[in-house]
């Protein structure tokens, strides 16, 4: 297996882009990481598109094939990769399966989605065409009410208090401000939103016990990779971002299966393969990008990944630990929460905050100094599919 | 009429795992047969929450919705009729129930709903 690293970046700003339709975001993303890669006027051997509601909101299938037409890539090989909420990271998966096998040299990681283009009442039903068809669709359960129930039993097991939660919010809220790529830029006011007795009206229940703040916007935007073999991106001018690992494990699709549904099993699977993979402890790391579509899930992924024991994710966010200067600095780039969480770009978004940490080329407001290795988790349903990487900065 | 509770769980004839829903093979011993049975007994409340966000579907203002478990280990979803989560506790024993719980093409949808015993 050879080496494979990532020498090109790109990102649209995530929020509302009624302007532009699913491919043109897609293409965009795409021009800016072949850009960065340094490939403006030349091909790929393949690309891997992420998306999860190509079909169901703009009605469009099989849009790599569309995509590779419209980038002038052809004859490139293209699949699109659809892993709900997982697809960015499953998609950079197959790309870097590719090219560490020695059959590709040069590929495409793309993802996008186009969630604004429904009322909210129909992309919340999108989302939730996850859940079993069955035993949970009919009643009515969403995305947020699967992460209601699992925030309670959470709070009960570990401690979790809405003070915890509530610090996720302002971080990444305040991160939001200073990434010019998020979706929300607007810093939290902890009076208006927790302390006041306005906040009912400010911060109302949204999925009990989650209110408003602690779910991440349905938003619009793309995201890009180009990777290839380590040894090729040695000769370039920029420091390559070696993929040293990456993970992937499954659970089962009903929380009521699950032995102890608080237990993220894929979650520390995935985690512990990545880290394996990369001869790394949770200690190694110098900033994380995890999937804070809600924040218990920022907290509940930083025990499960190991950077705190169970129980103490919620204290260690109240203290400032997972901020920049801090123990462990989580998703500066806003998360999910701020970003904005675009299903089938968010995987490959996580990816592309990590490469430019690694690179050094953030502002000093949310640049971890001399930062050498990330660690992303991308979660799709309700922790029925995770996959997790970890990044490492090759000087060049 | 109270209506029978139209649920089938999965009983794997070789291990004894109950399932609900079906798996094509055990999720403990990977066993292919198994013995359908109904969920019986008591219910217990497990999980909960209340969404104020409801999917395209759906009228009302707000949904309960829970995760019980009946005395023979069958767990299942269902929409819960109280008026707020407040009334609930996780471990209370419900009532469970097959009624309506969402219209689809202009015809009723049954499923669980469950209520608290008091
Ligand atoms: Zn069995």
Known sequence: ?396 | MKKEIAITAYKCRKCGKIHYPYHDRCLECKGREFEQIKPEGDVTLLAYTAIFNLPWGFDQRYLILGVAEFENHVKAMGQIKVDSVDQLKAGMKMKPSWEPVRVQYGEDVYGLKFEPME
């Open chain 1, 1 to 396: 297996m050879r080496d494979v690293a990532i020498i090109g970046a790109g990102m649209i700003p995530f929020g509302r882009r009624d302007e532009d339709t699913l491919m043109e975001m897609l293409a965009y993303a795409s021009l800016k990481a072949l850009d960065d890669a340094g490939l403006g006027d030349k091909s790929v051997d393949a690309v891997y598109l992420a998306n999860m509601g190509g079909g169901m909101l703009q009605h469009q299938s099989a849009i790599a094939s569309s995509l590779v037409d419209r980038l002038s890539l052809l004859p490139a090989a293209a699949d699109t990769v659809e892993n709900g909420p997982a697809s960015g990271a499953s998609a950079i998966k197959n790309g870097l399966l590719a090219v560490a096998s020695g059959y590709y040299d040069t590929v495409l990681v793309v993802g996008g989605e186009k969630m604004r283009e429904v009322t909210g009442w129909r992309a919340t039903d999108f989302v939730a065409t996850m859940t079993h068809p069955q035993a949970e669709y009919p009643y009515g359960i969403t995305l947020p009410g699967m992460a209601g129930m699992f925030t309670r039993l959470y709070m009960e097991k570990h401690g979790v208090t809405r003070e915890h939660l509530l610090a996720v919010s302002l971080k990444n809220q305040e991160m939001g401000t200073l990434n010019p790529y998020a979706h929300v830029e607007m810093a939290l006011d902890r009076e208006g939103v927790f302390d006041s007795p306005h906040a009912v009206v400010n911060n109302p229940v949204s999925a009990d016990p989650l209110h408003l703040y602690d779910l991440c916007p349905v938003s619009d935007g793309a995201a890009a990779i180009v990777i290839c073999p380590l040894e090729m991106a040695k000769k370039l001018s920029k420091p390559p971002v070696l993929i040293a690992g990456f993970g992937q494990a499954t659970d089962t699709h009903t929380l009521q299966e699950r032995d102890d549904p608080t237990d993220l099993k894929a979650v520390t699977l995935a985690a512990k393969q990545a880290l394996e993979m990369a001869k790394l402890k949770p200690s190694d790391i110098s900033v994380a990008e995890l999937h804070d579509a809600f924040t218990i899930l920022e907290i509940a992924e930083s025990e499960h990944v190991g950077f705190f024991k169970k129980g103490e994710g919620g204290k260690a966010a109240a203290a400032g630990k997972t901020r920049l200067g801090g123990q462990i600095p989580i998703n500066l780039s806003g998360g999910l929460k701020a970003r904005g969480h675009p299903v089938g770009a968010t995987g490959v978004a996580q990816v592309v905050d990590i490469v430019w940490q690694l690179r050094h080329e953030l502002p000093k407001t949310r640049q971890v100094k001399n930062a050498q290795t990330g660690l992303t988790v991308n979660f799709g349903g309700f922790g029925n599919n995770v996959l997790s990487f970890v990044l490492k900065r090759v000087e060049p």
